[in-house]
Each structure stands twice: as C-alpha cells, then as structure tokens.
T-cell receptor, first 110, second 110 residues
C-alpha cells in the first residue's frame, strides 16, 4: 500500500513563528503536492513539485515556501505564521494520473 | 487557468435514494478527471477516475462519465447507504497540477 505520512496530526504555533510541515512518501513518486483545506473552499493548491529540487507555485503560494531535497520528502514552510494560516494541511504524492493523500495536519496559529 | 466547479451542498438523502453531484470543468487541454471522497475523520481517497473523453469511471456503485461536449463529470449512485455519508470532491489533473472543487457534503439518513 502507498503510504504518505505527515509528521504531525495536530500542531499549535504562535504568530510569527517559522513552521515546518513534513511529508514523506514511500512509493518513489515523482510528484508531490501541498494543499490547504478550509470549510466552503475545498482544497486549494499551495505548491507542487514534479522532481527533486523542482517546485511550482499553486493557486495560493503567498506566505509559504517549500523544499524538496530528497525524492521522498516534501516540506512546507510557513516563514512567519499568521492566524489566517490556521487550516488543515494535506500532502499528496503521485505518479501519472493518481494522487495519494496523507492524513492531514491541523495547524492552529494563535 | 484550469478549474473545477461542483454542486454546492450540503445534500441530505434517505437510504436507497438516487444521488447525483454535478461537476463541470474548465481546461485548455485534455485533463484527467477524478472523484475523491473524504469519510468523517479520514483522509482523502480516490473514488474513481476517467482519463479521456467518454471514459466511464466506476467504484463502490458510483459512476461518472467524462463528457467533453458538456465539460462535465457528474457523479451518480443509484441507491445510497448510510456509509456513503462523506464529503465528495471533483478534481482535474492537467500536466502536473491537480485542482479540486470546493467539495459537496453528503449525509444519508437511515
């Protein structure tokens, strides 16, 4: 079975902190994605990566950056967390047409 | 850019009722289309997919047909069960990018 693992299920951080969300996949997939999920807005793409060290902005990249130094790991970075970044963050990986999702990290910024 | 619009919810049905969730897309090329499902407390999982026009995806009694002429991929199930209560997301994939609709919450009452 494909496994996409996000490092934390729940996280509470303070405004202004630098936050790292980690995602690891075990299926050698080229493509990895970060989304945030908010009620009434569905999933919005923050960043995606189609290869090591390659990244592309999604629909809402502002306030975020990413890192992909190894194929299996895709990190989302909140440079200076703000309360409007309180959300559920979902990581996905895939090859070809299908994507597999992690369980999500619920981040609260206080 | 490429995008997906799906029927707003919430939708409440009785067991054995017929379910339809409308989904239309806008794309410059020929995307692959998906329905994902998120059961309460769980991560997103792929329900079905179609990669070209006139393809029909099916799984767990759900079906959707890729209609290029109407740019639609409506989800249907003939007889729903309480266990089908979930949030359903329509999605499209073009090139590397995977984009989602806002999601439709479906509640099935016994």
């Amino acid at each position: 079975d494909v496994k996409v693992t996000q490092s934390s299920r729940y996280l509470v951080k303070r405004t202004g902190e630098k936050v790292f969300l980690e995602c690891v996949q075990d299926m050698d997939h080229e493509n990895m994605f970060w989304y945030r999920q908010d009620p009434g807005l569905g999933l919005r793409l923050i960043y995606f990566s189609y290869d090591v060290k390659m990244k592309e902005k999604g629909d809402i990249p502002e306030g975020y950056s990413v890192s992909r130094e190894k194929k299996e790991r895709f990190s989302l970075i909140l440079e200076s967390a703000s309360t409007n970044q309180t959300s559920m963050y979902l990581c996905a990986s895939g090859r070809g047409t299908e994507a597999f999702f992690g369980q999500g990290t619920r981040l609260t910024v206080v | 850019g490429d995008s997906v619009t799906q029927m707003e919810g919430p939708v409440t049905l009785s067991e054995e009722a017929f379910l339809t969730i409308n989904c239309t897309y806008t794309a410059t090329g020929y995307p692959s289309l998906f329905w994902y499902v998120q059961y309460p407390g769980e991560g997103l999982q792929l329900l079905l997919k179609a990669t070209k026009a006139d393809d029909k995806g099916s799984n767990k009694g759900f079906e959707a047909t890729y209609r290029k002429e109407t740019t639609s991929f409506h989800l249907e199930k003939g007889s729903v069960q309480v266990s089908d209560s979930a949030v359903y997301f329509c999605a499209l994939r073009y090139d590397y990018k995977l984009s989602f609709g806002a999601g439709t919450t479906v509640t099935v009452r016994a």
